[in-house]
């Protein structure tokens, strides 16, 4: 079976369409959705989940062989992270994934998938990566939507480039191009708006609701009217949960949350005003839409007078005087619109910067840093009407053709010649000349479009003119005989006709001036800044500070190109990117056009494969010379093999060491090396078996140094051993001799009295009383003993080893073999993080963790590592507990598992938000975090948290210097201001004073409300009391500290009143129908 079904294609025997659809088919059947081109991957989507994506799968693609693993997504991943640090055929170089393919091939999904293996490949402890993980869901929610190809189409393309130093990620940023505005205010038959409305209005909850002014999504005229059924609404609920836990992860501010749904709101709102002309040919809101234009004034933050005259007309400058001009009703309903649009698109564009704001690398600037960037950009499209959004689409996707064939095709063909390699030229569809007819000035299409956008009478009609007189006779465009502005252009996946209609306002893409001004003056700051914003030449938003007052017209000088320029800008600018990085190929095929599993149309995937080149391709790769460093590069990469120092970096050099390798099917030309796609890996091989081999020299070389110095250890040990018991001889012989001495000097001095005569006693003089003499204190301390130093145990969990036992005898070491000195800069330093994490805790911390006066069960303040397991040594398996970390501003939970306590750090992020290190959910307080992990397990071992390890152990109390903290909110809920007892004075100050000096600043005294007055102390507490409460409202998560919109109270007003006029007319709906079925009755009888 694997003989008929090979997983490269370059080494089909018989190469034509017919066996290469049957070889994708047949694997297609079997569920083997990949296969290879030489190094180039084809993905056919599945439609359906498949188990090729779990852990255990990713761990077998890291830095695995090509040949030793069936051809996956994660294996171009590897590929790209390898080559990015240099481990492959060249040095460290950026990369570039380039993921193309039509609409529902598959493309996001494969982009999700790159992401997730090369954050696997580089992990580290931080949580960065997760941050970038959850980038992918929340561009998602506001850039993507249903269409009648895919049911989760990207409308906008984005480019991700991940940025690294040595092997570990150190930040990110995403470039993004064209988002589809108009996709807001208009969809087409089987279509619909962005996911973030839909999820939004299913996810939010009633309070919520009422907050943010939204009501049944089947009253917006945006949404068609429509919504989904119960399961739909139920997935949507869950994917808003999703979004609003991204946003978290990543680090937005939950009053920029609360903003941005606002302004989210505001745009439904604002789908619903609608107008009616007066006698005076004025312009007024519908009475039925009066409240929806009170509500869009709450939620954008303006004065419903200025929101409807800037709908209704626009005011201009000339010579000084302001004039207005009124608009008829197909204008206004066109200014609502554009509203509407330049919104969303500046909402979706200030994302994008914060996100780049809040993963940018935090390096320095001098630090270089490599680079893998992933592109996942719009598929080429199709429609039964096809207009500006699409023209740009399919120009991008041109443009990639054109990277492909230079890269594959052109660039390689070139060289042959330019070497003199012997070479059949393969013949290739050129798609130069279809990107010639766009992008050429200055009559190319977006050159002629900017033209025509220029002259303020232009219609769309005059532009198709204009294209149909400047290319009737350019072959790859043809002329539409139709009353509709249509033309046709063929590119390179097929004929596509456009409608022009829209194309001008949509390339120009003004705001009125006075509507600019309208917003930034918005009480709404979110809205003031993003109006207030510049415009790159690339069409990405540049936030700025928000002027209040605006004078002059001066809006975004950039902001003067159009659309189309600025679209031709940032394909220029990332094709530049990509052309300087090593790229790596993913053409993605969509099996069918019903989006069903397990059905290939034979007809549709052939299109395919010919519009892609695959077949040139895979001529190319298994005939062709895909790698071609010149001499010098393949030298100074490889001159290791021969193992000589100091090669020359020149031809004969490079033939000696392929001649060393056994290589075969290479060739030289007269500058450079042509080797085919599977030598890299070859030669790859060969360097990894001499590094294995430095690792084993290295291994000996130092286990025999490190052993050398080991004898050497010994060996002095027993030196000094045998000494000291030399010494001890000694001193036991010449002590015996001094005890002989004296007891013979004892004897002899009896005998001498006993020989004396008596004689009666005489009395001694009077002596004068001795002064006092100053204490020795050197003199009166014993000498201890010199011990060699026992290690004390880490844990109760480890025991001392032999060694350090057997080093518990009388032996005289010498201290500088087991000794340090003291190092007093990082005691210091040690000292000063300490200080900066107890300041940090009693600052931001205290008041959130408080309730009632009581800190939670489960916390534990200040205690060491060893403390914590020392504390659950005896307890059974999910006994948990939290402490403050004693080095830096966090926290860490510590987790009693089966056979050993796991250490979890768990970080306090810029917004507020805690998360355990490496999981992918942000929690708004600590009590949430551990309530959460007591129903989904911590990853990776899944482990629940049961029982919470109590704050009193068989020693001393652990938690006791918390009470320091809430000395004015420790009294219970019972104890009144009027009745102040002593005896709760006098329990605030039971501390144990050594635990509570952790939480003490150096220096400050740990008992000095002992020292005043009992009155004075009674008034400090009351005072510390009132204080308390009113902190532990302020900062009650769940309280009224809670951000809400700015004009809430008006969009609850303007709330009601809709509801008011919608019964109302329900009312009157009754009343005719029950009047109408009265005169039937009546005529009947």
Same mark, same amino acid.
């Given at each position: 079976?694997? *003989?008929?079904?090979?997983?490269? +294609?370059?080494?089909?025997?018989?190469?034509?369409?017919?066996?290469?659809?049957?070889? +994708?088919?047949?694997?297609?059947?079997?569920?083997? =959705?990949?296969?290879?081109?030489?190094?180039?991957?084809?993905?056919?989507?599945?439609?359906?989940?498949?188990?090729?994506?779990?852990?255990?799968?990713?761990?077998?693609?890291?830095?695995?062989?090509?040949?030793?693993?069936?051809?996956?997504?994660?294996?171009?991943?590897?590929?790209?992270?390898?080559?990015?640090?240099?481990?492959?055929?060249?040095?460290?170089?950026?990369?570039?994934?380039?993921?193309?393919?039509?609409?529902?091939?598959?493309?996001?999904?494969?982009?999700?998938?790159?992401?997730?293996?090369?954050? *696997?490949?580089?992990?580290?402890?931080?949580?960065?990566?997760?941050?970038?993980?959850?980038?992918?869901?929340?561009?998602?929610?506001?850039?993507?939507?249903?269409?009648?190809?895919?049911?989760?189409?990207?409308? /906008?393309?984005?480019?991700?480039?991940?940025?690294?130093?040595?092997?570990?990620?150190?930040?990110?940023?995403?470039?993004?191009?064209?988002?589809?505005?108009?996709?807001?205010?208009?969809?087409?038959?089987?279509?619909?708006?962005?996911?973030?409305?839909?999820?939004?209005?299913?996810?939010?909850?009633?309070?919520?609701?009422?907050?943010?002014?939204?009501?049944?999504?089947?009253?917006?005229?945006?949404?068609?009217?429509?919504?989904?059924?119960?399961?739909?609404?139920?997935?949507?609920?869950?994917?808003?949960?999703?979004?609003?836990?991204?946003?978290?992860?990543?680090?937005?501010?939950?009053?920029?949350?609360?903003?941005?749904?606002?302004?989210?709101?505001?745009?439904?709102?604002?789908?619903?005003?609608?107008?009616?002309?007066?006698?005076?040919?004025?312009?007024?809101?519908?009475?039925?839409?009066?409240?929806?234009?009170?509500?869009?004034?709450?939620?954008?933050?303006?004065?419903?007078?200025?929101?409807?005259?800037?709908?209704?007309?626009?005011?201009?400058?000339?010579?000084?005087?302001?004039?207005?001009?009124?608009?008829?009703?197909?204008?206004?309903?066109?200014?609502?619109?554009?509203?509407?649009?330049?919104?969303?698109?500046?909402?979706?564009?200030?994302?994008?910067?914060? =996100?780049?704001?809040?993963?940018?690398?935090?390096?320095?600037?001098?630090?270089?840093?490599?680079?893998?960037?992933?592109?996942?950009?719009?598929?080429?499209?199709?429609?039964?009407?096809?207009?500006?959004?699409?023209?740009?689409?399919?120009?991008?996707?041109?443009?990639?053709?054109?990277?492909?064939?230079?890269?594959?095709?052109?660039?390689?063909?070139?060289?042959?010649?330019?070497?003199?390699?012997?070479?059949?030229?393969?013949?290739?569809?050129?798609?130069?000349?279809?990107?010639?007819?766009?992008?050429?000035?200055? =009559?190319?299409?977006?050159?002629?479009?900017?033209?025509?956008?220029?002259?303020?009478?232009?219609?769309?009609?005059?532009?198709?003119?204009?294209?149909?007189?400047?290319?009737?006779?350019?072959?790859?465009?043809?002329?539409?005989?139709?009353?509709?502005?249509?033309?046709?252009?063929?590119?390179?996946?097929?004929?596509?006709?456009?409608?022009?209609?829209?194309?001008?306002?949509?390339?120009?893409?003004?705001?009125?001036?006075?509507?600019?001004?309208?917003?930034?003056?918005?009480?709404?700051?979110?809205?003031?800044?993003?109006?207030?914003?510049?415009?790159?030449?690339?069409?990405?938003?540049?936030?700025?500070?928000?002027?209040?007052?605006?004078?002059?017209?001066?809006?975004?000088?950039?902001?003067?190109?159009?659309?189309?320029?600025?679209?031709?800008?940032?394909?220029?600018?990332?094709?530049?990117?990509?052309?300087?990085?090593?790229?790596?190929?993913?053409?993605?095929?969509?099996?069918?056009?019903?989006?069903?599993?397990?059905?290939?149309?034979?007809?549709?995937?052939?299109?395919?494969?010919?519009?892609?080149?695959?077949?040139?391709?895979?001529?190319?790769?298994?005939?062709? /010379?895909?790698?071609?460093?010149?001499?010098?590069?393949?030298?100074?990469?490889?001159?290791?093999?021969? +193992?000589?120092?100091?090669?020359?970096?020149?031809?004969?050099?490079?033939?000696?060491?392929?001649?060393?390798?056994?290589?075969?099917?290479?060739?030289?030309?007269?500058?450079?090396?042509?080797?085919?796609?599977?030598?890299?890996?070859?030669?790859?091989?060969?360097?990894?078996?001499?590094?294995?081999?430095?690792?084993?020299?290295?291994?000996?070389?130092?286990?025999?140094?490190?052993?050398?110095?080991?004898?050497?250890?010994?060996?002095?040990?027993?030196?000094?051993?045998?000494?000291?018991?030399?010494?001890?001889?000694?001193?036991?012989?010449?002590?015996?001799?001094?005890?002989?001495?004296?007891?013979?000097?004892?004897?002899?001095?009896?005998?001498?009295?006993?020989?004396?005569?008596?004689?009666?006693?005489?009395?001694?003089?009077?002596?004068?009383?001795?002064?006092?003499?100053?204490?020795?204190?050197?003199?009166?301390?014993?000498?201890?003993?010199?011990?060699?130093?026992?290690?004390?145990?880490?844990?109760?969990?480890?025991?001392?080893?032999?060694?350090?036992?057997?080093?518990?005898?009388?032996?005289?070491?010498?201290?500088?073999?087991?000794?340090?000195?003291?190092?007093?800069?990082?005691?210091?330093?040690?000292?000063?993080?300490?200080?900066?994490?107890?300041?940090?805790?009693?600052?931001?911390?205290?008041?959130?963790?408080?309730?009632?006066?009581?800190?939670?069960?489960?916390?534990?303040?200040?205690?060491?590592?060893?403390?914590?397991?020392?504390?659950?040594?005896?307890?059974?398996?999910?006994?948990?507990?939290?402490?403050?970390?004693?080095?830096?501003?966090? /926290?860490?939970?510590?987790?009693?598992?089966?056979?050993?306590?796991?250490?979890?750090?768990?970080?306090?992020?810029?917004?507020?938000?805690?998360?355990?290190?490496?999981?992918?959910?942000?929690?708004?307080?600590?009590?949430?975090?551990?309530?959460?992990?007591?129903?989904?397990?911590?990853?990776?071992?899944?482990?629940?948290?049961?029982?919470?390890?109590?704050?009193?152990?068989?020693?001393?109390?652990?938690?006791?210097?918390?009470?320091?903290?809430?000395?004015?909110?420790?009294?219970?809920?019972?104890?009144?201001?009027?009745?102040?007892?002593?005896?709760?004075?006098?329990?605030?100050?039971?501390?144990?004073?050594?635990?509570?000096?952790?939480?003490?600043?150096?220096?400050?005294?740990?008992?000095?409300?002992?020292?005043?007055?009992?009155?004075?102390?009674?008034?400090?507490?009351?005072?510390?009391?009132?204080?308390?409460?009113?902190?532990?409202?302020?900062?009650?998560?769940?309280?009224?500290?809670?951000?809400?919109?700015?004009?809430?109270?008006?969009?609850?007003?303007?709330?009601?009143?809709?509801?008011?006029?919608?019964?109302? /007319?329900?009312?009157?709906?009754?009343?005719?129908?029950?009047?109408?079925?009265?005169?039937?009755?009546?005529?009947?009888?």
């Amino acid at each position: 079976m694997e *003989e008929n079904l090979p997983e490269d +294609l370059a080494n089909l025997s018989e190469l034509d369409e017919k066996s290469l659809l049957e070889v +994708l088919t047949r694997r297609f059947t079997q569920n083997l =959705i990949y296969t290879y081109i030489g190094d180039i991957l084809v993905a056919i989507n599945p439609f359906k989940y498949l188990s090729i994506y779990e852990k255990e799968v990713s761990e077998r693609y890291k830095c695995h062989e090509k040949k030793s693993l069936p051809p996956h997504i994660f294996a171009v991943a590897d590929r790209a992270y390898q080559s990015m640090l240099g481990r492959l055929a060249t040095g460290p170089k950026n990369q570039c994934i380039v993921i193309s393919g039509e609409s529902g091939a598959g493309k996001t999904e494969s982009t999700k998938l790159l992401l997730r293996h090369i954050m *696997e490949l580089c992990k580290a402890n931080s949580q960065l990566e997760q941050q970038i993980l959850q980038v992918n869901p929340l561009l998602e929610a506001f850039g993507n939507a249903q269409t009648v190809m895919n049911d989760n189409s990207s409308r /906008f393309g984005k480019y991700i480039q991940l940025r690294f130093q040595s092997s570990s990620v150190k930040g990110a940023k995403i470039n993004e191009y064209l988002l589809e505005k108009s996709r807001v205010v208009h969809q087409d038959e089987g279509e619909q708006n962005f996911h973030i409305f839909y999820f939004m209005l299913a996810g939010i909850s009633a309070e919520d609701k009422e907050m943010y002014g939204l009501l049944d999504p089947t009253r917006y005229r945006y949404l068609n009217g429509r919504f989904g059924q119960d399961d739909l609404v139920q997935t949507w609920r869950g994917k808003y949960a999703e979004v609003c836990n991204a946003m978290d992860m990543v680090g937005f501010e939950e009053q920029e949350k609360v903003d941005m749904m606002t302004i989210l709101a505001g745009i439904l709102s604002l789908g619903n005003i609608t107008f009616e002309t007066t006698d005076s040919d004025a312009l007024k809101v519908c009475e039925a839409s009066r409240g929806w234009l009170k509500a869009t004034a709450g939620q954008f933050g303006v004065q419903e007078e200025d929101l409807l005259k800037s709908l209704t007309c626009t005011t201009s400058m000339t010579r000084g005087e302001a004039i207005q001009r009124l608009h008829n009703q197909q204008q206004a309903e066109d200014a609502r619109d554009s509203i509407a649009k330049v919104a969303y698109g500046r909402v979706f564009g200030w994302i994008v910067s914060k =996100i780049n704001e809040l993963l940018a690398p935090k390096v320095d600037c001098d630090v270089e840093l490599n680079e893998i960037g992933i592109l996942d950009i719009f598929g080429f499209e199709n429609f039964a009407v096809n207009r500006f959004e699409q023209l740009c689409i399919n120009l991008a996707n041109e443009q990639l053709q054109y990277f492909f064939n230079h890269h594959i095709f052109l660039m390689e063909q070139k060289e042959y010649k330019e070497e003199s390699i012997t070479w059949e030229t393969i013949t290739y569809k050129d798609n130069k000349p279809i990107l010639d007819l766009f992008l050429t000035k200055p =009559i190319g299409i977006l050159s002629l479009l900017d033209e025509q956008s220029a002259f303020p009478q232009a219609t769309d009609r005059d532009f198709v003119d204009k294209l149909n007189s400047k290319f009737k006779t350019a072959p790859n465009f043809e002329v539409v005989r139709n009353h509709t502005p249509l033309f046709t252009i063929v590119h390179y996946a097929g004929k596509v006709q456009y409608n022009a209609s829209g194309f001008l306002e949509k390339n120009r893409d003004t705001i009125p001036a006075n509507i600019r001004e309208l917003f930034i003056n918005s009480v709404t700051p979110l809205l003031s800044v993003l109006f207030a914003a510049t415009i790159s030449r690339t069409g990405t938003l540049m936030p700025r500070r928000a002027k209040l007052q605006v004078a002059d017209d001066n809006f975004n000088s950039t902001r003067k190109q159009s659309v189309g320029a600025q679209f031709k800008h940032s394909l220029a600018v990332l094709m530049e990117k990509m052309f300087a990085a090593g790229p790596h190929f993913v053409r993605c095929i969509k099996p069918n056009r019903s989006k069903q599993p397990d059905q290939l149309d034979s007809k549709l995937v052939m299109d395919q494969l010919r519009y892609n080149g695959l077949m040139e391709t895979i001529r190319i790769r298994r005939d062709g /010379f895909s790698w071609r460093p010149t001499f010098r590069e393949f030298a100074e990469r490889y001159n290791i093999l021969l +193992l000589k120092p100091d090669l020359p970096l020149d031809k004969s050099s490079c033939m000696s060491i392929l001649n060393n390798t056994e290589l075969s099917g290479w060739k030289c030309g007269s500058s450079r090396l042509f080797f085919k796609y599977w030598h890299q890996e070859e030669l790859a091989r060969q360097l990894e078996r001499l590094g294995r081999a430095a690792l084993v020299i290295q291994k000996n070389f130092r286990a025999r140094v490190c052993r050398r110095r080991y004898l050497f250890l010994l060996a002095e040990i027993r030196r000094q051993r045998q000494a000291q018991r030399e010494r001890e001889e000694h001193e036991e012989e010449e002590r015996m001799r001094q005890q002989l001495e004296e007891e013979r000097k004892r004897r002899l001095q009896l005998e001498q009295e006993n020989l004396r005569p008596a004689s009666p006693p005489v009395p001694l003089p009077r002596k004068k009383k001795p002064e006092p003499r100053p204490r020795s204190v050197l003199s009166v301390v014993p000498k201890a003993e010199h011990l060699a130093p026992v290690p004390r145990p880490r844990s109760k969990l480890f025991e001392a080893t032999p060694f350090d036992n057997e080093l518990n005898e009388n032996v005289d070491l010498d201290v500088s073999l087991v000794l340090q000195p003291i190092d007093e800069e990082r005691i210091k330093e040690k000292h000063l993080k300490k200080t900066n994490t107890i300041r940090w805790f009693k600052e931001t911390q205290v008041r959130k963790l408080t309730r009632d006066g009581e800190f939670p069960s489960w916390f534990h303040g200040m205690i060491t590592r060893r403390q914590a397991e020392d504390l659950l040594i005896n307890k059974p398996c999910g006994w948990f507990l939290v402490r403050v970390g004693q080095s830096r501003e966090g /926290f860490t939970l510590t987790f009693r598992g089966a056979d050993r306590c796991r250490h979890y750090m768990v970080e306090m992020q810029s917004n507020g938000k805690y998360v355990i290190l490496g999981e992918d959910r942000a929690h708004s307080s600590l009590t949430d975090l551990v309530q959460y992990h007591t129903q989904v397990g911590i990853k990776p071992f899944m482990e629940l948290l049961t029982v919470p390890c109590g704050q009193m152990c068989d020693q001393e109390p652990d938690y006791e210097e918390l009470r320091a903290f809430t000395s004015s909110s420790s009294s219970s809920s019972s104890s009144v201001v009027e009745h102040p007892a002593e005896d709760q004075d006098m329990s605030s100050q039971k501390v144990h004073l050594q635990m509570q000096r952790l939480f003490l600043p150096p220096g400050g005294n740990s008992n000095t409300e002992s020292h005043k007055p009992p009155v004075l102390k009674r008034i400090s507490d009351r005072r510390r009391r009132v204080e308390a409460q009113l902190e532990h409202k302020e900062d009650d998560p769940t309280g009224e500290s809670r951000p809400f919109p700015r004009l809430y109270p008006s969009i609850r007003l303007a709330m009601r009143e809709i509801q008011q006029i919608q019964q109302h /007319f329900q009312d009157q709906i009754k009343v005719s129908s029950g009047k109408a079925s009265g005169s039937w009755k009546r005529t009947d009888s």
